[in-house]
């Protein structure tokens, strides 16, 4: 039988890398990813996982181990936040584009200057094009079940392709919250062993990331580029058997009261918790007022976007990012992206907000939907609203 | 090269998107003898075997392509399909038995 317990999210994350057995762990310590690889050191210490952990000197060389460990065919696991994102940034590149199944979740923080350890998703929209999956999850039970699932998604040999997992910093990673934790047993049925077709072996002998000239680099890009779009088929299809073996379902965009809605707020990670509580108030208060909640974030789930939103006239997107000089928040200016060439779409408004772990409280999202109702009516020179900002 | 092992047939241009391997894997151990890399050199290396003495082969040594092997005799030679003409081979010689000469 599955338990429920009250465990801090870090934790619980550990504890799920524990139940896919994870074979290698490399992590660098930052805050406030710290309690992950903290959980995960001490269960390889008291041998409750049969793993190795290796702690690097820096989230480049936890990276690389990661590359090598998957390459020989081990399931592999890190965590990291902002400036250790930051820093693995170029080795990412080489996970997705080598196909290596690597599984990492990410303890959402704020970029420095200045140096700021809490929540927003700079560093999540810094790696956006770095040919991992990626989702954002909500709360710890999220967590908790993305992790098994996205073993089971990244290792398949349809997709053979590194999974980020956005958790915000704080808000989630250090709460603690009742979760529900699958049977060991459970896990094992529903995770197959990671099997890749070509591994690093002496005896079948491999050449990984060696040069693509200008007459090749074309074609194995494109490759790349289907083999990311065509895994969403992989993802849905593991979600969907993970909702009939544990009973919680997930989508990739996933909606609130949003059915028929003409106004439409959409939010991604943690926030959406409060944004939810936010428009329950506003339904019962008799206004027209749905969420959605963008989870997959790559690849991008186009048609599932433009379904949920086909009915609303007004979008209002909240971005805890900014694209510095460009067209409004990342998130935003991709969705007015997704939908510029449907006939029929809703007028999309960007705020920028949450930055740097400022909270945006229930009314807070009251405020932001009735400015972005007089917004999309009225008009604005700006290319996105800065919400909450002193002026 | 990187393409799937049932389509060798086919040249690296002519390679479609569908016919890389998976991350672009070399699964063909040492394949890259195949690739006559020494197209790209600018200079190539003259032995003057007269000044060749006594054969120390320190050239052979010192070649990172390690193309330069010992004939027949013992002089050392440079495999031109491979020598990237670096010249290190030159520079290296006791005697200055080794010019490189400007390719046309």
């Not at chain 2, 392509?65 to 004939?71: A, L, N, R, S």
């Amino acid at each position: 039988m599955a338990k429920r317990v009250g465990i801090e999210v870090s934790v619980a994350v550990g504890e799920a890398v524990k139940l896919v057995n994870a074979d290698v762990i490399a992590a660098y310590p930052i805050t406030p990813q710290t309690h992950i690889v903290e959980h995960l050191a001490e269960l390889v210490a008291d041998a409750e996982l049969d793993a190795e952990f290796v702690p690097v000197e820096s989230e480049h060389s936890a990276m690389s181990v990661c590359c090598g460990a998957a390459a020989v065919g081990a399931r592999t696991f890190t965590a990291t936040a902002s400036q250790g994102l930051a820093l693995m940034h170029e080795v990412l590149f080489i996970a997705s584009a080598m196909r290596l199944p690597v599984v990492m979740t990410v303890a959402n923080r704020a970029l420095s200057a200045p140096i700021n350890i809490w929540g927003d998703h700079s560093d999540a929209m810094a790696v956006r094009d770095s040919g991992w999956i990626q989702m954002f999850v909500e709360n710890g039970q999220e967590a908790v079940d993305n992790v098994i699932c996205s073993f089971r998604m990244g290792e398949d040999n349809r997709v053979l392709l590194p999974v980020m997992i956005h958790l915000d910093g704080f808000a989630l990673t250090h709460m603690i919250e009742p979760i529900i934790f699958p049977e060991k047993s459970e896990v094992d049925a529903f995770v197959p062993p990671f099997n890749p077709p070509l591994p690093l072996n002496p005896a079948k002998p491999v050449t990984m990331g060696a040069l693509g000239p200008p007459s090749i680099y074309t074609e194995v890009k494109y490759a790349q580029d289907v083999n990311l779009r065509e895994s969403k088929k992989v993802i849905l299809e593991v979600w969907k058997e993970f909702g009939k073996a544990f009973g919680r379902y997930y989508s990739p965009v996933e909606k609130h009261y949003s059915e028929g809605a003409r106004v439409l707020l959409m939010t991604m990670g943690s926030f959406s918790e409060t944004a939810m509580v936010a428009v329950d108030k506003m339904r019962a208060e008799g206004k027209d007022v749905g969420l959605i909640k963008l989870r997959l974030w790559r690849p991008f789930p186009f048609e599932e976007l433009r379904e949920a939103v086909k009915d609303a006239d007004i979008l209002i997107v909240l971005d805890r990012a900014i694209s510095f000089g460009g067209p409004g928040g990342p998130v935003f200016s991709e969705i007015r992206a997704a939908l510029y060439g449907l006939d029929k779409k809703p007028k999309v408004v960007g705020f920028v907000g949450g930055l740097g772990g400022r909270d945006i409280s229930m009314s807070g999202f009251e405020e932001m939907v009735a400015k972005g109702i007089e917004i999309a009516r009225t008009g604005s020179t700006k290319e996105y609203e800065m919400f909450g900002v002193r002026e | 090269m990187a393409r799937k092992a049932a389509k060798t047939v086919k040249k690296e241009e002519e390679l479609t998107w569908k016919d890389i391997e998976l991350g672009c894997f070399i699964t063909e151990p040492g394949s890259a003898t195949r690739f006559r890399t020494g197209d790209w050199r600018s200079r190539r290396p003259i032995f003057d075997r007269s000044k060749c003495n006594p054969k120390c082969a320190l050239c052979v040594t010192y070649c990172p392509e390690g193309c330069i092997v010992k004939d027949t005799e013992g002089y050392p030679q440079a495999d031109l399909y491979f020598c990237k003409g670096c010249g290190i081979c030159a520079e290296e010689c006791r005697r200055q038995a080794i010019t490189m000469e400007e390719e046309q």
